[in-house]
């Protein structure tokens, strides 16, 4: 099978996300009044020398996926593009590539619905424990907007690379929290943040 023309990724899916810090006690606010059932447990290898992820999620009722991505930043200008591909590996593919160095990320990932598209509100877990981030994909279009949240964010971070899943896993200890701290105080450099809708 040939490449592609234009030299990129052939079977890649178009990715644009946006992305919002979230205080720890508003999200365990939000998870109260939530379905548990729509969680997943992800797990992260970003593989050392390479644009590779591999990442396992865990559904609720206990069934494994593991796969293989491959991102690729098309146009760097946020909220960036990405075309991503992926494959589905077999448990034996599986810890075949597990052992391959990496650096390591985990987190919960809760699914809400939010006027027409999905939110995810990942709670890190780990070294990383603490950190809340909530992000839509915008998917290929080109529509930046995105409904007022339901509920209050600390600040956009979606233009800010430290709060990728790879610049997270490879941050130094020490590091996530000086980050936080300064966006509570100050809030980001060129983004809004998305206002919290109207309290009823």
């Known amino acids: 099978m040939s490449d592609s023309p234009s030299g990129r990724a052939k079977y890649a899916v178009v990715e644009r996300e946006r992305r919002w810090l979230v205080d720890p006690d508003v999200a365990a606010d939000v998870l109260g009044r939530s379905d548990d059932s729509r969680r ?3 797990a992260d290898r970003y593989v050392r020398g390479t644009r590779l ?4 999620v865990t559904a609720h009722d206990g069934a494994v996926v593991t796969k293989l991505g491959h991102k690729l930043v098309v ?10 591909t992926s494959l589905y590996l077999d448990a034996a593919e599986a810890e075949l590539l597990a052992t391959l160095p990496a650096d390591t990320l985990t987190k919960d990932r809760h699914r809400l619905d939010h006027s027409g598209r999905t939110l995810a509100l990942d709670v890190f877990t780990g070294r990383h424990a603490g950190l809340v981030l909530v992000e839509v994909d915008l998917g290929a279009g080109d529509d930046t907007a995105v409904a007022p949240l339901p509920f209050p964010v600390v600040a956009d971070v979606t233009a ?17 929290d000086e980050l936080v701290t300064a966006y509570r105080v100050s809030g980001p450099d060129g983004w809004t943040a998305s206002p919290p809708a109207p309290t009823p």
């Open 53 to 56: 992820r591999l990442r396992t």
């Open 40 to 42: 997943l447990r992800i």
């Open 75 to 84: 146009d760097p200008e946020p909220p960036s593009r990405i075309e991503h």
């Open 160 to 176: 800010d690379h430290a709060f990728t899943g790879g610049a997270l896993a490879q941050m130094a200890d020490g590091r996530l």
